[in-house]
């Protein structure tokens, strides 16, 4: 009935010491990556639904399947410690990922290893030391206090009654959510409920954690909160992180390392300065000038000019040309300050998307791409 | 009324019937064991009153040809199975799986709204998707229906009716449905006043199991010391399942037949009107609420 | 190897669920209620039908007494069912619909165990209490029947509970079964119809099928699927409907209802762990 791990004593050790280190420098920080993902693939079924009745009816007797390539040909290393983010358009795979690195789902080919642990084995060894967080869904028992939920969290992750007490207050206090612990969760609101969400994934002090959009829906001071409790969080504990999100304040608040997934595939790999290097050209100058309006009509002849509300003028410039047209407009207007900058980082990946899209048109006309494994 | 209104009108419902077919259609696996499992119940009653009649009949006549001799409240052992075959017949019609705590659930979460907001009256859609889902129904179990009631042809030892009784039979049948359907609507809505419907549902079941004939001939309901079998006369229940089978089993014969179809269409009457007024009034305590 | 307490995480459930249901007091007695009185209309029909009959099957020793232990008896069992295992088993097919069964996966414990004991649904186990009521009363009945030559002792009772024990196990591994044919079918909403077909089999004494077709279904229920050994065995042991002498067939039946009980479990693991590795985690 019940699947005892027989692994004897002889490991208990083993764990204890991988625990002790692991807050510090992980024994196999030296050894290899925490997380070790190569050419990973997932495909999914989906079932092609026709429209109309007699379709239907059809259907009850033969059905046509899609298949849906949700990860494609993955490879990434993590260090330890780090705390990386996973971009990218709705459906493009960060989830699955995440799911494939959680051992939740299995996946078609490739290999994956989390701190020398299939995932999908679903080893107790490996699920006691990692965690995940979904921001869509709750974990916590939706009619009882999260204090309750907590506590089953402790048995079953077998965490000691005095180190567990310990995180907990410690989490609660970080988060500002000691005194809503004795309320049923369906009366949190959403940022408090997503708080106590990430203390019931951090009781058992995970070495990697997983974040699947943790600040989804929130207003504007939760999502703050929360970023700020992450960066307090790993800096302290100098675990390995990985987060996917849609907020890019999120991402630049936390993340040192950007991984742009695309239609299943990797895009990108770097910091966010990288990004905006590599797919983006322009500068944004802003420039006031002094003297009557009427030097403006000058400028306002520039390319691209974005916006003109004298005695200012914005206008965006190839990065080449910056110097060059800076230097002639310095000759020719009395320029009070000059402010040049990137673009929005929303905008360049907006067009990191649009391009990684354009670049792939379409799944099924390519059978050898969207191969079944 | 101009005809592009009734135009407009069919056409929604048209629609809206397309989709409610198509819904029904998508979870194939399921319905198919549905249908088939619907009758293994039935299986083990004619177990079980095999067993029973067998105590009462006269020795060495369970095995016979024509089953144990003995008689059960006017009931002869093929006349008990044919009497559970039909009533499952009437339940395929009467039956409104999900229906009461479907509405009782859009009054809850405030998905009413939408039939406040659109020109479409909720009890009509629902009305048209049932009837959708029951013809769906009735495609994919029709096949499985006969192969059981020709399976067990030999228990309808007087065979077909004739044509009058038919029609009464087959009237209670489509009255059925419509009784079934409004009776539990009105049920649901009651969600209007009490949010927690789920035991007046549970209530509703336990009476509809016990006085409509689901479980056992009304015949069977003792005299003394309440007398049930005349109180069950005067209740909707029995034209959920009792009434058609009785007819098309000649246990309800010529003038007492006609009444009880006259009783039938007025208990439908009755249901649709208190289900109209139910739903004018919730909607007015809904609104007047503010949701 | 740290390993978490089994006992520890599930009388947290217990607990949880005891706290869940006292928040919603009224609820808790309507159900009480309810399941009751859906008990009492069992009754009453097997007292209408007793009015007709004076037993089930020419010979097969199932008098009103006698049945009625029987009935207390499928009452006890169902209860069991209904208080740890029914609720958590439609959840499970709901957590397979949601995805929510991610989480459950990412426990370092059984996944099994941690799907099969979440909710404790306190009320159901009225019926197994009103089911001992009667027992008890129509033993006492039994017991003082001259013309019945019963053979009852303390080992009875510890016989009963252990052939009920076998029988909740055999019932919760059908379910378990059926409740992870789930992740292939997408939905199972027919899993409590389907519960309440199989377990119509199980319902009345094994003697009503020994007949013709009935055959056949006896012997795919006692042997193949064996959930007539489930109510049989414990009911045979108190009621004793053949008087208190233990032949072969009734050895034979107990041994059944031990191997049925391993067996089962161990096919509902495997069945369990095949369709875990279909499961495919829906998006939200």
């Known amino acids: 009935m019940i699947a005892l791990d027989y692994s004897g004593s002889l490991s208990f050790s083993n764990l204890a010491q991988t625990r002790l280190l692991a807050c510090k420098h992980p024994i196999y920080n030296l050894a290899m990556s925490i997380i070790e993902i190569n050419h990973l693939s997932k495909s999914y079924r989906v079932y092609q639904k026709q429209e109309g009745v007699w379709a239907s009816i059809r259907g009850l007797f033969r059905r046509e399947y899609r298949e849906v390539q949700a990860v494609r040909d993955i490879s990434l290393q993590v260090e330890p410690g780090e705390f990386v983010a996973f971009l990218g358009p709705n459906g493009a795979g960060k989830t699955t990922t995440l799911k494939l690195l959680s051992g939740v789902i299995n996946p078609d080919s490739g290999d994956c290893r989390v701190m020398g642990h299939v995932p999908w084995e679903r080893e107790n060894e490996y699920r006691r030391r990692f965690a995940l967080v979904m921001g869509q869904k709750n974990q916590l028992w939706w009619d009882l206090p999260a204090a309750e939920s907590f506590r089953l969290n402790q048995h079953i992750y077998a965490v000691p009654l005095d180190e567990f007490d310990r995180t907990r207050d410690e989490l609660c206090e970080m988060l500002d959510v000691t005194h809503l612990l004795g309320q049923p969760v369906r009366e949190l609101s959403l940022g408090e409920r997503m708080k106590m969400e990430l203390i019931a994934a951090l009781l058992h002090s995970p070495e990697v954690l997983f974040l699947d959009e943790p600040t989804i829906g929130l207003d504007v001071v939760a999502q703050h909160k929360i970023q700020q409790f992450l960066k307090a969080y790993q800096e302290e504990r100098k675990n390995t992180i990985v987060l996917t999100s849609h907020y890019m304040k999120d991402i630049q608040a936390l993340c040192q390392r950007v991984v742009i997934i695309a239609q299943g595939s990797i895009f990108h790999d770097g910091s966010l300065d990288d990004i905006i290097d590599r797919f983006s050209g322009d500068k944004i100058v802003t420039l006031q000038i002094g003297g009557p309006d009427e030097v403006f009509q000058g400028l306002r002849k520039l390319p691209n000019v974005l916006e003109v509300e004298p005695p200012r003028i914005k206008f965006r410039i190839g990065r080449d040309d910056v110097a060059r047209t800076l230097s002639d407009i310095l000759s020719t207007y009395a320029v009070e300050d000059i402010v040049v900058e990137d673009p929005p980082i929303e905008e360049v990946i907006a067009k990191v998307f649009t391009d990684a899209q354009g670049g792939q048109v379409d799944d099924e006309s390519h059978p050898d791409i969207a191969g079944v494994s | 009324m101009d005809a592009t209104h009734w135009y407009g009108r069919a056409t929604l419902w048209w629609t809206f019937f397309q989709i409610s077919i198509n819904e029904r259609l998508v979870y194939r696996i399921d319905f198919v064991i549905g249908t088939l499992m619907r009758f293994l119940p039935t299986l083990t009653q004619v177990f079980l009153w095999w067993a029973i009649f067998d105590a009462v009949s006269s020795a060495g006549s369970a095995d016979s040809a024509s089953g144990p001799d003995g008689k059960i409240a006017g009931y002869t052992f093929s006349g008990m199975i044919a009497y559970y075959l039909m009533v499952i017949i009437s339940r395929a019609f009467s039956s409104m799986p999900g229906l009461t705590t479907g509405i009782a659930n859009q009054v809850r979460n405030g998905e009413i709204k939408k039939f406040l907001i659109q020109p479409v009256d909720m009890i009509g859609c629902l009305l048209v998707q049932r009837v959708a889902h029951k013809l769906v129904y009735y495609l994919i179990a029709a096949l499985p229906f006969a192969l059981v009631f020709w399976m067990c042809g030999d228990f309808f030892v007087s065979g077909w009716p004739p044509p009058d009784v038919m029609f009464v039979f087959i009237t209670s049948l489509l009255l059925s449905f419509l009784l079934g359907f409004y009776l539990e609507s009105c049920i649901g809505l009651i969600a209007f006043w009490f949010l927690e419907v789920t035991s007046l549902t549970f209530i509703y079941m336990l009476l509809n199991f016990l006085l409509s004939g689901h479980m056992f001939p009304l015949e069977l309901l003792p005299t003394k010391p309440i007398d049930l079998r005349g109180f069950v006369e005067f209740m909707p229940f029995k034209y959920l399942a009792y009434f058609p089978a009785a007819v098309f089993l000649g246990k309800v014969e010529g003038a007492e037949m006609w009444r009880g179809l006259v009783m039938e269409v007025m208990w439908v009457l009755f249901f649709i009107l208190l289900s109209r007024w139910l739903w004018s009034r919730g909607v007015k305590r809904y609104s007047g609420f503010g949701g | ?284």
């Open chain 3, 1 to 284: 190897m740290i390993q978490p307490s089994y006992l520890n995480v599930f009388l947290t459930f217990a607990k949880n669920s005891m706290i869940r249901d006292m928040s919603f007091r009224m609820n808790f007695i309507l159900q009480c209620i309810s399941s009751l009185s859906w008990a009492a209309m069992n009754y009453g029909l097997f007292l209408i039908i007793y009015q007709f009959s004076d037993s089930i099957g020419r010979q097969t020793g199932w008098g009103e007494s006698e049945f009625f232990i029987f009935l207390g008896t499928i009452w006890i069992i169902n209860s069991l069912i209904q208080t740890f295992f029914m609720a958590n088993a439609t959840e499970f097919s709901e957590m397979i619909r949601t995805g929510n069964l991610d989480f459950a996966l990412l426990k370092p414990i059984d996944t099994q165990f941690l799907i099969s004991f979440p909710r404790v649904n306190w009320a159901q186990l009225a019926n197994a209490f009103l089911g001992l009521a009667v027992i008890i009363f129509y033993l006492h009945q039994l017991l003082n029947d001259p013309s019945k030559k019963m053979d009852f002792s303390i080992w009875s009772v510890f016989a009963y509970v252990f052939f009920v024990f076998c029988g909740t196990v055999v019932m919760y591994s059908v379910m378990i079964i059926l409740a992870s044919t789930s992740i292939w079918m997408g939905r199972n909403q027919n899993l409590h119809n389907f519960w309440f077909y199989i377990t119509n089999f199980y319902r009345y004494p094994m003697e009503i099928y020994e007949r013709g077709i009935g055959w056949a279904l006896w012997g795919t229920f006692t042997f193949v699927v064996p959930i007539l050994v489930v109510s049989n065995v414990p009911a045979r042991v108190l009621a004793q409907p053949l008087g208190g002498h233990w032949g072969l067939w009734d050895w034979t039946l107990a041994t059944m209802s031990v191997v049925a009980a391993a067996g089962s479990l161990w096919v509902s693991r495997c069945v369990f762990r095949v369709a875990l590795k279909s499961y495919r985690s829906a998006s939200s």
